[in-house]
């Protein structure tokens, strides 16, 4: 076989900045939060597209770079044979993250490609050395690592292990942190024994490709904040005032401001990006519609075990969310007109969320629609600064 073509990212394809870079040039951070799991965030028998199968998810990446979005990342889960249950069975199915994003690379040229691992589950620091500088020279530099430590205490069972207190999980992912980002950085072997795991003349090369890939991080407590100002680069924020948007817009100041100054006082920059779950039709009718159309075909069982789920678990995000808004989902929920929705983004930066992770019910029409209705609002109201795609 002769290979004629290169199928390397050019990192310097558009303006020789790393793709978060760019992403944080733009007044709005968009994001598409992947339906890697059956039923997406939405568990409700309502019809739709929405497929958990690698080549939808694959599509919509590459539909997503397109029409300019920044970057792109799914959930990682463990559950049962049931998943949450139900008729739908919700959440049975669900891909692996980093192994979308491995598969994502090569299709993409621009946009973000985050991965979301449990480094808990069984994971050791050199692991994630070596698969991550990968993952980062096999997208030109566009890889980040959603650093997740696990709250659901049925998962960490799975891999027989023992149920880790809530705080000693952000100790134990400092570490772990630490380590990784030392083998990304020493051009020696590392021999460190550390209060959970150790390296014996350990090393990692190559290193990643712009010295460290973009950390990201989605606590809410105390503890959570404090790793995320010390470690991350990007934090997904939930509301603490729950799902409702005017809610989320009283209670979100307080609650970002806090995080940035955090992350100041260790002489650092960090970037908040909320998950709204986004309804948007031409008139507040048709919303209504598709609403109750959607809460309609709820799948009470597994809807309820999500409830039961949250509620047993000891996070501290997503407090106050209602049983309606759950069979719906997103962290926060935005159902209007295009223009409403443009008119919430412009609150919400001021409430300071620093981007958008967005979710939909029914996806691929759904990113069409808000590409030709809601980007172009979003341009004109300044939270986009960049071109129309053509074409
Ligand atoms: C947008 C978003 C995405 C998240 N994705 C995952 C995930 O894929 N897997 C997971 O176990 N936890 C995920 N989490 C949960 C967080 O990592 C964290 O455990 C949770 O927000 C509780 O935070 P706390 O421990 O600081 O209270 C996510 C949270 C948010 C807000």
Redesign the pocket.
């Known amino acids: 076989m002769t290979i004629t073509a290169s199928t390397a990212p050019d990192l310097n394809s558009i303006d020789g900045l790393s793709a978060f870079e760019r992403a944080c040039r733009q007044p709005m951070m968009l994001g598409l ?1 992947l339906p890697i799991q059956n039923g997406g965030w939405t568990p409700s028998t309502v019809p739709r597209g929405t497929d958990w199968s690698f080549d939808y998810n694959a599509r919509l990446v590459v539909r997503a770079e397109e029409v300019g979005f920044d970057l792109v990342f ?4 463990w559950l049962g044979a049931e998943g949450w249950g139900g008729a739908t069975r919700y959440r049975r199915n669900s891909l692996d ?1 980093m192994l979308v994003t491995s598969g994502v690379a090569a299709l993409t040229r621009n946009i973000m490609l985050i991965s ?1 691992i ?1 480094v808990l589950y069984g994971w050791h620091p050199l692991h994630l050395a070596k698969f991550g500088a990968t993952l980062d020279h096999m997208t030109g530099g566009r890889w980040g690592l ?1 650093l ?5 205490k049925d ?1 960490i069972a799975m891999f027989g292990l023992p149920r880790i207190e ?1 705080d000693a ?2 100790d134990m992912a400092a570490e772990f942190t630490e380590m990784v980002e030392r083998l990304w950085r020493e051009e020696a072997d590392v021999t460190w024994a550390g209060d959970y795991w150790s390296l014996e003349e350990a090393f990692a090369s190559p290193k990643p490709v712009r010295g460290r890939p973009v950390m990201v ?5 105390d ?3 404090a790793y995320a100002a010390r470690y991350s680069d990007l934090i ?3 509301s603490p005032g729950g799902a409702d948007i005017d809610a989320a817009l009283d209670s979100l100041p307080a609650h970002t401001r806090r995080i940035k100054a955090e992350a100041a006082r260790h002489g650092r920059e960090v970037r908040t990006i909320i ?1 709204p779950m986004i309804i948007c039709r031409e008139s507040e009718a048709e919303v209504r519609a598709a609403r109750d159309r959607i809460l309609a075909g709820e799948d009470g069982v597994a809807v309820d075990n999500l409830m039961g789920g949250f509620a047993g678990g ?4 997503w407090r106050g969310h209602r049983r309606e808004q759950r069979i719906i989902g997103g ?1 926060l929920q935005l159902f209007g007109t295009p223009e409403q929705i443009v008119d919430w983004f412009v609150k919400l930066k001021a409430a300071g969320c620093d981007g958008m ?1 967005i979710a939909f019910v029914d996806f691929a029409p759904e990113l069409e629609h808000f590409a030709e209705r809601i980007l172009p609002l979003m341009r004109e109201a300044g939270l986009r600064n960049d071109a129309a795609p053509v074409g």
């Open positions: 939060f799914g959930l990682a889960q993250p979301t449990h959603n997740v430590t696990g709250f659901h998962e809530h999980r952000y991080n989605a606590g809410s407590s503890a959570g904040i997904f924020i939930t998950n000891d996070q501290t995000s962290n992770q």
